[in-house]
Structures are given as structure tokens and as C-alpha cells.
């Protein structure tokens, strides 16, 4: 796996970095441009992102990114661990968010966690799922509405694979949460989902009020 760390705490940098290199291909850079500059220019599988960088706030890096259709997965790690940091992080579009300090081997589960939403979980076959207008093509990792491509985050697109597969089935909060946003609480699905619900208009989503969710047809 190829990870971009993106810290500019010179210790931890280093510590992760050397960490991160045990198992995987790692590029550390300490700054917003220089970590903007790799992720639009090289494939990396995961991004490992701090808000307080030296040159600009790593929310704001999340936010062009986003903006410009970069779907790479990331995780915040940041020593900010107020509740509207968390929500706006994952608002922008933030994959997890990890306070410091944490346990390296919480980061790498997390870490894996994301890059195989991302990549999708092998099933053996491609498939395609169309729900009134609503497309989505596993084998792709992609979604359309009406033939208009959607630009989902990986966890937007887990969820909305997991309601899709399973149309006219309830899916339980508890089953999404460990689906989606495992070792996350429970208002990170919440933000996740009501990404998803803007992005896919059309009130496909329909809550189970106290169970779940469900697309039907």
C-alpha cells in the first residue's frame, strides 16, 4: 500500500514515517503545497493528513481536494479533538479522523480499514445495481444519476453500496457502522450519510426510524 503522510511534527513525522515504511511505501512531507503537489501528481492508496501544518490548516487542503474531484482516501490525524473539528473534517470529506496521541497499530488498522472501502471488498464478481435512475457499478467504483457521474467519497460510496445491494432490505445502523465507518461513533455515520443523501438527491434513502435504512424500489 502507498501512503502519503502528510505531518509536519518533526518527531512524529519521523516516528510514523519509519513505522509506516516497516510494511508499506511511504512519502512524508511536512507542508500543505508540497502534500497537495504529490497527491494530484502520484496514486497513493491512503492519505494521512494533520490539520495544524506550518504553511495552511489541512481542512482547507482537504477542501480543494475535494473540491477538484481528488477521491484518494484520508484519514485526520490532529491533536484537535473538539466534536465541530471531527464534524467538519468529515464534512469536507474526510475519511476518518484520529486524535492524538494514538496507538500506531490503531492507525494502521484504521488506515487499512479505508483503503479497502476504497478498493472495494473482493466478492468474486462485478456487478451493476440501478435503482431508479440511480446507478452504481461495483467493478468501476462508480455511481451515476440519470447517466451524471456522482462524486462520492469512499465511505459515501460503501454506504451506498451496502443499501443497493440489498434494495428493499432494512440495513441496520450497527451493520453500516461496522460496513463504513468502523471504530468511528455513531455521528460520523450520521454526517456520512447525509452527505450521501445531498449528493444522490432524489430521496432514495429512506430511514427506519430506530433500525436503519433502506432503498426501495
Same mark, same amino acid.
Given at each position: 500500500?502507498?501512503?502519503?503522510?502528510?505531518?509536519?511534527?518533526?518527531?512524529?513525522?519521523?516516528? @510514523?514515517?519509519? !513505522?509506516? =515504511?516497516?510494511?508499506? *511505501?511511504?512519502?512524508?512531507?511536512? %507542508? #500543505?503545497?508540497?502534500? &497537495?503537489?504529490? /497527491?494530484?501528481?502520484?496514486?497513493?492508496?491512503?492519505?494521512?493528513?494533520? @490539520?495544524?501544518? !506550518?504553511? =495552511?490548516?489541512?481542512? *482547507?487542503?482537504?477542501?480543494?481536494? %475535494? #473540491?477538484?474531484?481528488? &477521491?484518494?482516501? /484520508?484519514?485526520?490525524?490532529?491533536?484537535?479533538?473538539?466534536?465541530?473539528?471531527?464534524?467538519?473534517?468529515?464534512?469536507?470529506?474526510? *475519511?476518518?479522523?484520529?486524535?492524538?496521541?494514538?496507538?500506531?497499530? &490503531?492507525?494502521?488498522?484504521?488506515?487499512?480499514?479505508?483503503?479497502?472501502?476504497?478498493?472495494?471488498?473482493?466478492?468474486?464478481?462485478?456487478?451493476?445495481?440501478?435503482?431508479?435512475?440511480?446507478?452504481?457499478?461495483?467493478?468501476?467504483?462508480?455511481?451515476?444519476?440519470?447517466?451524471?457521474?456522482?462524486?462520492?467519497?469512499?465511505?459515501?460510496?460503501?454506504?451506498?453500496?451496502?443499501?443497493?445491494?440489498?434494495?428493499?432490505?432494512?440495513?441496520?445502523?450497527?451493520?453500516?457502522?461496522?460496513?463504513?465507518?468502523?471504530?468511528?461513533?455513531?455521528?460520523?455515520?450520521?454526517?456520512?450519510?447525509?452527505?450521501?443523501?445531498?449528493?444522490?438527491?432524489?430521496?432514495?434513502?429512506?430511514?427506519?426510524?430506530?433500525?436503519?435504512?433502506?432503498?426501495?424500489?
Amino acid at each position: 500500500m502507498r501512503i502519503c503522510l502528510i505531518e509536519d511534527d518533526l518527531e512524529l513525522g519521523q516516528a @510514523l514515517h519509519v !513505522a509506516l =515504511g516497516e510494511d508499506h *511505501d511511504a512519502v512524508w512531507v511536512r %507542508r #500543505a503545497v508540497d502534500g &497537495e503537489r504529490i /497527491i494530484r501528481e502520484q496514486r497513493f492508496d491512503v492519505g494521512l493528513l494533520d @490539520l495544524g501544518l !506550518a504553511d =495552511g490548516d489541512g481542512l *482547507d487542503l482537504l477542501a480543494r481536494l %475535494r #473540491a477538484d474531484g481528488v &477521491e484518494l482516501p /484520508i484519514v485526520i490525524v490532529t491533536a484537535r479533538d473538539a466534536l465541530d473539528v471531527r464534524l467538519r473534517g468529515l464534512d469536507l470529506g474526510a *475519511d476518518d479522523f484520529l486524535v492524538k496521541p494514538f496507538a500506531t497499530s &490503531e492507525l494502521l488498522a484504521r488506515m487499512r480499514a479505508v483503503a479497502r472501502r476504497a478498493n472495494g471488498w473482493a466478492s468474486g464478481k462485478e456487478s451493476t445495481w440501478t435503482v431508479r435512475g440511480l446507478t452504481l457499478d461495483e467493478s468501476r467504483m462508480a455511481a451515476t444519476r440519470d447517466g451524471t457521474p456522482l462524486a462520492l467519497s469512499p465511505t459515501e460510496f460503501t454506504l451506498l453500496r451496502s443499501l443497493m445491494r440489498r434494495v428493499n432490505r432494512v440495513i441496520t445502523r450497527r451493520q453500516l457502522e461496522a460496513w463504513a465507518t468502523p471504530n468511528s461513533d455513531a455521528q460520523t455515520l450520521d454526517v456520512h450519510m447525509s452527505n450521501l443523501r445531498k449528493k444522490i438527491g432524489g430521496n432514495y434513502i429512506r430511514t427506519v426510524r430506530g433500525v436503519g435504512y433502506v432503498i426501495e424500489k
